[in-house]
C-alpha cells in the first residue's frame, strides 16, 4: 500500500474525478442502449471507436458536471480524515514521561512491562542502603518512627509510583498507535477504492477490493490489577496490548472492530455506496476506542484517587462509576494511602524560630 495520507485531500480530488469519469461512461451506455431500444438510435456495439469516442464525449460535455455531484460528498468525507490527531505529539508525550521512570526505578531497577524496557537503579536511591548506618547514633522516639516508618517502605513506594507511571503513560500510547493506524487505514482506503475501480475498469464482472484493517490491537487496554495483600494493598499495574508487544493481564478490550471492510459493487456508484459506509465503519470504530482509552483513564484516576485521599467515614465515591468504580475489595485506610506516598514528618517544617511550639518539640520541662 502507498503512504499517501499527507495528500489525503489531493487523493480524494482524484478519486472523484474518477468516479465521475466512469460513472459518466456507464450511464452514457446505459443511455445508448435504451434509444437503441426504442429506434432513436442505432446499436451502439456496431460503431467504430472513433464514433463511440465522439457520442461519449457528448453525453460527457452535457451530463459530466451533474453526475460528478453524486460524489462529491466523498470529497467532504475525506477533508475531515485529513485532519486526524497526530500520532506523534501523542507518542512523544508519552516518552517524555521515560525520564521520571528512570528517578523513580528505585534503589534495585525495575523493568517497564509496556515494552520490557529495564531500568537501572536509580542513583537518586544510592545512599538509601546505608542510612541505617548513618543514623545509627540517633535515638529517640523520632529517631525509631523514621526508621521504621520511612526508610522500610521507600522503595515499595517508589516501585509503585513507577507502575502508576507506566499505567497513565499508556493511554498516550494507546491513542497515538491507535491514530497512526488509522491514518494508514485512510490512505489504505484510497488505494482499496482505487482497485475496485481497475477492476471494473478492466471488465470483471463485479469490482471487488477488501481493505484489512490496521486498527486491530491498536489499542491497549489499560486495567489496574485488583490490589492483593489485605492491608498491605501493594498496587499493582498491568497494561496489555498486542500493539506494543505487551504481555500480562488482560482486563477487557473495546468491542472488536471489523477486520476486514469490502469495497465492492457492479457499478462505480455502488462502489462509492461501500467506500461511504467503510468510513462509517472505520469512525465507529475510532470513537469507540477512544471512548476505551477515556474510560480506563477516568478508572485509573479513581484508584490512584482513592489511594491518595482516602474518607474519614468511607471510601471515597469514584467521579465515574460507570466506567470502573473502586470495589469493596479494596482497603482504603492511612496505610493504603502510604503505599503509594509517605507520610510528611510531623517535624519537617520545624524550623528554629518554632522548635519549641507544643506542635514541634514544646518546650522542656
Known sequence: MSDNYGDVRGEATTLVDRFAELETRHQAMLAFETAAEDGSLDDAHAWTNERRARELQVYSDQWYGEIRSWFEDIEELFDELADLP?????????????????????????????????????????????VPTYLADWNGIAADAFKSNFIPPLERVAHNEFEAIVSLRSPL?????????????????????????????????????????????????????????????ALYWAIAGSAIGVTGAVVGYPAEPKKELDISGDTPADIAVSLRQAVADMKLQWIENEIFIRDKIRSLTDLISGYTAPSEDSPPLPRYPNVGAPTSGHTYSQATVHEFSLPRPALADTTPGNAQDDDHFGKPD
Open 86 to 130: 497526530d500520532p506523534g505529539t501523542l507518542l512523544s508525550t508519552a516518552q517524555s514521561l521515560n525520564p521520571a521512570l528512570s528517578i523513580m526505578s528505585g534503589p534495585s531497577g525495575h523493568t517497564d512491562i509496556s515494552g520490557g524496557t529495564e531500568y537501572a537503579p536509580s542513583a537518586s536511591f544510592d545512599k538509601l542502603q546505608s
Open 173 to 233: 500510547l494507546a491513542a497515538g498507535e491507535m491514530w497512526k493506524q488509522a491514518r494508514k487505514d485512510v490512505s489504505d482506503l484510497i488505494d482499496e477504492t482505487n482497485s475496485a475501480l481497475d477492476d471494473y475498469e478492466g471488465g470483471k464482472g463485479a469490482a471487488d477490493a477488501v481493505l484489512a484493517l490496521s486498527i486491530i490491537g491498536a489499542v491497549v487496554a489499560v486495567a489496574a490489577v485488583p490490589f492483593t495483600g489485605g492491608t498491605s494493598a
